[in-house]
């Protein structure tokens, strides 16, 4: 009898160790979800965001869920890119692709790096963001922080305009933009930058 309970147990714990591998090979399990190693954004894909604006005096001015989709691949400069939409608005926030220096965006009728992967503490380019120049610092790598999607780890990215701080970008190479803040300039008299937006992943679809 003892034997048989043995030989029960090892086989229990046989089962429970060929699981726990079968799931590091599918992902890494961080507070109950499974971030997939082996999977990149594509056509179809879908992030859901929890979305944030604030008044230039401070206090959440709104809050709602947006959702942001690879709807079609577009070829520009002979590339392809993910054309990204706000799946409510119906528009286009951003041509995304990756390349061997990062995420990069297609804006300014050419590629433009975003966000470099891989990337050393202190990294600095200039990109072309939102209409203008932006000079990007790497200011976090490889750093292991809390998300909606699990415990995955970040690089965040610094972008400064004319000396003024505008973008606080983190980003996950299997998942891409995770979370980021921008900030806008506010009207006279007080006329300075102030944060204007926050987003965070809730999740996101392959």
């Not at 929890?50 to 709602?64: E, L, Q, R, V, W």
């Not at 002979?78 to 692709?97: C, H, M, Q, R, S």
Request: charged share 15%; glycine share 8%; proline share 3%.
């Amino acid at each position: 009898m003892k034997t048989c309970l043995l030989y029960l147990f090892v086989l229990i714990i046989a089962a429970f160790t060929i699981m726990s591998c079968q799931k590091e090979i599918d992902g890494t399990i961080t507070g109950g979800v499974i971030v997939p190693a082996n999977q990149k954004p594509r056509l179809g894909t879908t992030w859901t965001y929890n979305y944030y604006t604030y008044y230039s005096y401070g206090g959440i001015a709104t809050s709602k869920i947006i959702t942001h989709k690879a709807k079609t691949e577009e070829t520009f400069g002979g590339e392809k890119w993910l054309n990204i939409v706000d799946v409510g608005a119906d528009t286009t926030v951003y041509y995304l692709n990756t390349k061997a220096g990062g995420l990069y965006q297609y804006s300014n009728s050419s590629s433009n790096l975003l966000c470099k992967y891989p990337a050393v503490l202190n990294d600095a380019y200039t990109s072309f963001n939102d209409g203008s120049a932006e000079d990007f610092t790497v200011k976090g790598v490889n750093d292991t922080l809390p998300t909606a999607i699990g415990d995955i780890a970040l690089n965040y990215y610094e972008g400064v305009k004319t000396g003024f701080l505008i973008d606080l970008i983190w980003y996950n190479n299997n998942a891409w933009i995770i979370w980021e803040y921008r900030y806008f300039k506010g009207d006279p008299p007080a006329n300075r930058y102030y944060l204007y937006s926050k987003m965070f992943i809730d999740n996101i679809v392959y």
